[in-house]
């Protein structure tokens, strides 16, 4: 066992000080927490190969903090037998207080860098990907996060089933809370670092898992930036997700949204103006195609089928006429990022598989307004078209485009 000694949990308010002078004084820069319950198998491994590569960028700089909720399977021991040969290493061990967001901020409570941050201690966050992070916050962003939906990420053998839950939750999210969830691509990311600033002397109450959550709806964050990376498969150990989390995440969701007005303003006045006036436009121009398709299919004078049919051949007109000018000029500069037809072709059928599922509201709001308020077809039309298009922008601005306020590190590897 080593003569070090263990770090005492803190204790009362969630609340992340400022750097002390006596830390400052301290050569850490970067502390880094491994939040752990049951990962005995993992954490000798993680520790080791993180201790390589930040022995290597940043000598006697770094600490690395393993908060582990007194496991079952002892990994809080493993970790302390483990200070002994790694002397930036520390282990807190908590009895009293569970949970994984609660363990990360405890963690952060008793660093003594200027940048915090966390990964799992699993392995199936990349080791190698937090040299990126750090880049990116040398380069001045207050959050860096490592993403599996942009440039370089990804998940390694997830079943559709998996992939569809994941994504559904981020929907959900975009549609309680916008302003917080639509800032990053990967807003269930447990692997990032931030400023301590961005945090510092702020009441923090998570809930459940997604840490990120809380420093993304409580943090005075500027610049955000994303670093991709491929989710691994858990090689040892359990994960401990259960549908409990996913009832915390929108529990914690509702929690951020009540208390977000402020942030919420600030957030709304970042809005992209640019290519929401542009997709308006192109909308516009589809809305035109919409009508005139309506007409020459429907209209009594013309072919005179069923509305609802005309309707949806006419909408999807105007959803490829819509695509291609969105993919040319709206989203241009993203879309010559993802080059290739099969990236073309996979933003098309998201941005279809969206306005499809506008187009069904569409059309019941085209019914509901022409059969029972009795309003003449096309002004019916028009009201249905322009309540699709808010929903139709929000989802393909961060989903078929994926467009977050970040600012890409320019990284070589
Ligand atoms: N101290 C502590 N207390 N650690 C915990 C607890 C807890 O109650 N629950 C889980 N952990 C630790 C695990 O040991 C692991 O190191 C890490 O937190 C993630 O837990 P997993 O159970 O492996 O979660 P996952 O594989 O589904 O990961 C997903 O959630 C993570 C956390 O938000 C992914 O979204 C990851 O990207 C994300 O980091
Ligand atoms: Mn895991």
Redesign the pocket.
């Known amino acids: 066992m080593s003569s070090r000694s263990c770090l005492t949990p803190p204790l009362g308010a969630l609340q992340v000080p400022a750097r002390s002078p006596q830390a400052a004084r301290s050569n850490i820069w970067v502390s880094l927490v491994?939040?752990?319950?049951?990962?005995s198998k993992?954490i000798a491994g993680l520790i080791s190969q993180l201790t390589v590569l930040l022995d290597r960028r940043l000598p006697g700089e770094y600490e690395l903090i393993v908060?582990?909720?007194n496991?079952p399977d002892r990994?809080w021991a493993v970790a302390q037998q483990a200070m002994a040969d790694y002397p930036q290493l520390q282990v807190m061990r908590?009895e009293g207080e569970?949970?994984?967001s609660?363990?990360?901020i405890r963690g952060w409570q008793a660093a003594q860098g200027e940048i915090l941050g966390?990964?799992?201690?699993?392995l199936?966050?990349p080791p190698e990907v937090l040299l990126n992070l750090l880049t990116a916050m040398h380069q001045g962003a207050d959050l860096a996060v490592?993403s599996?939906h942009v440039v370089g990420g990804g998940v390694s053998e997830w079943s559709i089933v998996r992939r569809f839950l994941?994504r559904g939750a981020q929907v959900l999210g975009l549609l309680i809370l916008p302003s917080v969830v639509g800032r990053v691509s990967?807003p269930?990311?447990?692997?990032f670092l931030l400023r301590r600033d961005v945090i510092a002397d702020r009441r923090l109450n998570p809930l459940g898992?997604?840490?990120?959550l809380e420093v993304l709806g409580r943090g005075n964050i500027g610049q955000i930036a994303e670093v991709g990376y491929v989710?691994q498969e858990?090689q040892a150990?359990?994960?401990?997700?259960s549908w409990r989390?996913y009832v915390d995440y929108l529990l914690h969701l509702g929690r951020l949204r009540s208390r977000g007005r402020i942030s919420h303003l600030r957030h709304t006045y970042g809005v992209p103006i640019q290519r929401f006036i542009r997709f308006g436009l192109v909308g516009l121009s589809g809305v035109f195609i919409d009508m005139g398709m309506l007409y020459l299919l429907s209209d009594p004078a013309m072919l005179g089928w069923g509305l609802t049919r005309s309707k949806i051949i006419a909408s999807e007109t105007a959803i490829l006429n819509n695509f291609l000018w969105n993919d040319r000029w709206t989203f241009g500069d993203i879309a010559r990022q993802q080059k290739g037809w099969a990236k073309r072709v996979k933003r098309f059928l998201k941005f279809n598989l969206i306005c499809l599922a506008g187009l069904i509201l569409n059309v019941l709001l085209l019914n509901l307004l022409y059969n029972w308020v009795g309003l003449n077809r096309y002004l019916a039309n028009l009201i249905a078209i322009l309540a699709v298009t808010l929903w139709n922008f929000w989802l393909n601005l961060k989903l078929s485009w994926r467009v977050t306020d970040i600012q890409e590190p320019k990284i070589k590897r």
């Not at 269930?188 to 692997?191: E, T």
């Not at 150990?237 to 997700?241: A, L, Y």
Request: avoid cysteine; glycine fraction near 8%.
């Open positions: 491994i939040p752990t319950y049951n990962e993992n908060v582990d909720d496991s990994t908590r569970k949970g994984l609660t363990a990360v966390v990964i799992d201690g699993d199936q966050h490592a599996r994941s990967d269930m990311s447990g692997y898992y997604k840490i990120l989710f858990r150990g359990e994960s401990k997700v989390q």
